[in-house]
């Protein structure tokens, strides 16, 4: 049996109960052979494998807080600090419902290699709480966010971890955040990103995961003689990803014509108003039935449906395993030549074999939408200089990190014979810096 083989064995067995990070372990590995069946004797000394499957680190705890009417309320709380090798674990908190270990894990994997191939120094890990803030007052919000953070200020800070944001966690849950750190700690540290501008953030960061999907996109499509202008979209999810890569598209030259929440989706043939999703989304908080009603051409649906819209390029933004098999013979029956990720593993992997069988361009959401984290990291360097950047200055460096990183992948692809799959070179590319990094440092 392989060496890798002989891992994705043990991982299944230690981790039965854990499907969305034996998704991700199995995706990665695979994609990884070339690498490893060149250095097996090697990295089998050093249990490498075994090493960057494990964490080096899994905080659990509970969160009391007090809700509206004066009841206590407990939810679980985590933090995954999976990798160090290249950096402080960076990764965002997710606040939802579905958040367990085995999600907290996958993402915190998945980070390990985004960040790597942003080249810049930061490790992997990720947290978060099965805490729902829909629906919650925003004493409610704060309640829950201060009894968050008394926990979790002890395992974090700036050259140590440095969350951000992610599903359910944008600037007001940081803000909260980020007070009671400062309160706890008597320390004002750059310990969180995504932070407000008034106390320490960065321009264009709220733009960034979206952006940078895009300028992604476009590079990958240029360098297979496709140009991104006059080309059909769609795109999932109505969050700050889906919200700015919709923008970005559009100021591309791109016509966006679907968005979706967790309830339904909009067709708007005319191309996605991004003023008014902003207003439904962003400062109204509504269902996307809201926008319908207020655009004569748009139609909205319940339920599933975003990838059976005729489109060239799609951009699943909204959550893991949202695309399935069915979704992907959809998308190629309809002539779709490109699928992006925005999300983290959004696609399953039956529907990425399937797509990239059938000669879609597939770009996977560690190198796709690492553009959120690599400003995060912008963000770390501007509160370590005590310096605030331009939104072109920081939009600039996004820019030239994104195109990189997707020259770097696709050199990587070559090196190892698998031109074209962009998911083994993005692993490929990740992995190396962090494989060095791990050898050179000694066991621990």
Not at 64 to 83: K, T
Not at 132 to 157: V, W, Y
Not at 399 to 407: A, E, K, L, Y
Request: charged share 20%.
């Amino acid at each position: 049996m392989s060496y890798v083989d002989e891992v994705l064995a043990r991982v299944a067995e230690k981790n039965a109960e854990q499907p969305e990070f034996l998704q991700a372990v199995t995706e990665v590995l695979n994609s990884l052979r070339p690498v490893i069946d060149q250095n097996e004797t090697q990295y089998r000394k050093e249990a490498l494998l075994e090493r960057i499957t494990e964490p080096e680190r899994v905080v659990m705890f509970r969160v009391p807080w007090v809700d509206d009417q004066g009841q206590v309320q407990v939810n679980r709380g985590f933090r995954v600090q999976f990798n160090s090798a290249i950096g402080p674990y960076k990764g965002g908190l997710r606040l939802h419902p579905s958040v367990n270990l085995g999600i907290i894990k996958f993402l915190g994997f998945e980070q390990i290699f985004k960040n790597s191939l942003t080249g810049l120094p930061i490790g992997g890990g990720k947290g978060g709480s099965d805490f729902n803030p829909k629906g919650k007052s925003d004493r409610e919000i704060m309640a829950f966010c201060q009894s968050f953070m008394t926990e979790l200020s002890r395992h974090i800070g700036a050259d140590t971890d440095v969350p951000a944001g992610d599903i359910g966690v944008g600037g007001r849950e940081i803000g909260y955040m980020f007070g009671q750190y400062k309160r706890i700690r008597n320390q004002y540290e750059g310990v969180l990103t995504g932070k407000g501008l008034s106390y320490g953030g960065s321009l264009a960061r709220t733009e960034a995961t979206g952006y940078g999907l895009l300028y992604f996109t476009k590079e990958m499509l240029q360098a297979n003689n496709i140009d991104l202008a006059g080309k059909t979209v769609c795109i999932s999810g109505s969050g700050n990803v889906a919200i700015y890569a919709a923008q970005k598209a559009q100021q591309l030259g791109a016509k966006v014509v679907t968005v979706s929440d967790s309830t339904g989706w909009v067709y708007d043939p005319d191309g996605i108003d991004i003023a008014l999703l902003k207003q439904v989304k962003e400062i109204d908080r509504a269902r996307l039935t809201a926008y319908a009603e207020k655009k004569t051409n748009a139609v909205y649906h319940e339920g599933r449906g975003v990838w059976v819209t005729k489109c060239d390029v799609a951009l699943p933004c909204a959550t893991q395993n949202e695309l399935l098999i069915d979704d992907a013979k959809a998308l190629v029956e309809n002539g779709c030549f490109a699928v992006a990720e925005g999300a983290n593993m959004p696609t399953t992997l039956e529907a990425t074999q399937y797509l990239q069988q059938h000669g879609v361009l597939f770009a996977p959401g560690k190198a796709a939408n690492a553009g959120g984290v690599a400003t995060s990291a912008l963000e770390m360097s501007q509160n370590s200089e005590r310096l605030s950047w331009t939104f072109d200055e920081v939009d600039a460096k996004l820019h030239d990190i994104m195109v990189n990183i997707f020259r770097n992948l696709d050199s990587a692809a070559k090196r190892y014979g698998v031109a074209g799959d962009y998911v083994a070179g993005a692993n490929i590319a990740g992995f190396e810096k962090i494989a060095n990094a791990m050898i050179a440092q000694g066991v621990c």
